[in-house]
């Protein structure tokens, strides 16, 4: 009775010991992956841009059973750096910095750091450890645009935007063309807000565009929160952007173009983990699901969702390129010859408005 008693014992000392080296070694799994930094301008529950980039971190810990720190509200200046440099020491290899403005901190920032893999998102500009990822969002714009020039009443559309950054200015021009596809006569008027989130200044657009006699709002701000809620008090209609908006404004919502930045980041930390990784300039799109049109909401007459619905078919078949001439400036000018399709680097650095947009890049 005594022997089995003791040797049951050791079988379990011995099963415990498995089990806890076991445990260690999937620690240790876990643990000899560093910890990947996030960093955003606004807070990530602005339920906008910074909320999407906060969706595909969350999608990165879970696929890829990785530690993540994340920073929010960090301004597009040396503030930045001090955040990357904390997170480096905490021991992070990958950072993705998310905001426009911090690319050129990170070029040099990364001269100090060539071991650590920086991921932009967006810009132009890459070095021997600065890679940059985006998604092109520019064709679900088009396609909100039509269906916002399907139900405009007044063919009077507004949008209200942060900076005039190329990606806002394509944004605010593929809304104008799409609109226009639709009913030629559409304009779009822009007010500028200067603040990636500034809910008053956000709020006194939306009344002086509705003023205006705008019945259609678009925009490119951080948060839709407070202007789609403006916009269903004015009564009038809202296009969303980065984030579906329709629970913010169940009675203004159209449509709206929308982000899923996850399955793009957990590609590129897989590639920098396995040593594959060369910086580039790595974009999605419609296509590839990184850009996506929202849901087209039932104010949108059923024939305009079917033009919405066929060209959105079109784009993904590319059998229609948005981005090709004859394109003609806010003057009457030409931006792009008959025909001859833009290539990536003339429309990132897209620096001017189309025809029938109302306002200045300032």
């Known amino acids: 009775m005594h022997h089995s008693d003791s040797s049951r014992r050791s079988f379990l000392t011995a099963a415990a010991a498995l089990g806890a080296s076991a445990a260690i070694s999937r620690a240790a799994n876990a643990d000899s992956k560093a910890p990947i930094g996030f960093i955003y301008?606004?807070?990530?529950?602005?339920?906008?841009?910074?909320?999407?980039?906060?969706?595909?971190?969350?999608?990165?810990?879970?696929?890829?059973?990785?530690?993540?720190?994340?920073?929010?509200?960090?301004?597009?200046?040396?503030?930045?750096?001090?955040?990357?440099?904390k997170m480096i020491k905490s021991g992070c290899e990958i950072i993705f910095p998310t905001s426009y403005?911090?690319?050129?901190?990170?070029?040099?920032?990364?001269?100090?750091?060539?071991?650590?893999?920086?991921?932009?998102?967006?810009?132009?500009?890459?070095?021997?450890?600065?890679?940059t990822y985006f998604a092109n969002s520019d064709d679900a714009m088009f396609l909100a645009g039509m269906a916002a020039g399907g139900t405009t009443k007044t063919k009077k559309l507004g949008f209200v935007a942060a900076f005039p950054i190329p990606q806002v200015l394509r944004s605010i021009n593929a809304f104008t063309l799409g609109a226009q596809a639709i009913a030629p006569e559409?304009?779009?008027?822009?007010?500028?807000?200067?603040?990636?989130?500034?809910?008053?200044?956000?709020?006194?657009?939306?009344?002086?565009?509705?003023?205006?006699?705008?019945?259609?709002?678009?925009?490119?701000?951080?948060?839709?929160?407070?202007?789609?809620k403006t916009a269903q008090k004015r009564n009038i209609f809202v296009v969303g952007k980065d984030v579906n908006v329709q629970k913010f404004a169940e009675k203004a919502y159209l449509t709206g173009a929308s982000w899923d930045w996850g399955p793009m980041m957990v590609k590129l930390v897989k590639e920098i983990w396995a040593g594959t990784w060369k910086p580039s300039h790595v974009r999605g799109d419609l296509k590839d699901g990184s850009a996506k049109l929202d849901p087209i909401g039932p104010s949108v007459p059923a024939p305009i969702r079917e033009k919405v619905m066929a060209a959105h078919a079109?784009?993904?078949?590319?059998?229609?390129?948005?981005?090709?001439?004859?394109?003609?400036?806010?003057?009457?000018?030409?931006?792009?010859?008959?025909?001859?399709?833009?290539?990536?680097?003339?429309?990132?650095?897209?620096?001017?408005?189309?025809?029938?947009?109302?306002?200045?890049?300032?």
């Not at 893999?117 to 810009?123: E, P, Q, T």
């Not at 931006?335 to 290539?343: G, S, T």
């Open 41 to 85: 301008v606004g807070p990530k529950l602005d339920y906008g841009y910074n909320y999407s980039m906060d969706q595909g971190r969350l999608l990165v810990e879970k696929t890829l059973g990785v530690k993540t720190l994340n920073q929010e509200n960090v301004p597009e200046t040396a503030e930045v750096t001090r955040v990357m440099e």
């Open 186 to 228: 559409c304009t779009t008027r822009i007010v500028w807000t200067n603040g990636w989130l500034n809910p008053p200044k956000e709020a006194e657009a939306a009344n002086s565009l509705a003023d205006a006699g705008v019945d259609v709002i678009g925009e490119q701000i951080d948060s839709p929160i407070t202007l789609a």
């Open 101 to 131: 403005g911090y690319l050129d901190y990170a070029i040099e920032l990364g001269k100090k750091y060539p071991k650590v893999s920086f991921l932009h998102a967006g810009g132009l500009k890459t070095s021997a450890n600065v890679g």
């Open 314 to 362: 079109e784009l993904l078949s590319g059998k229609r390129v948005l981005w090709q001439g004859p394109l003609a400036k806010q003057d009457g000018s030409t931006a792009v010859a008959a025909a001859k399709p833009m290539a990536l680097q003339e429309i990132e650095t897209m620096s001017y408005l189309v025809k029938g947009v109302i306002g200045t890049v300032k």
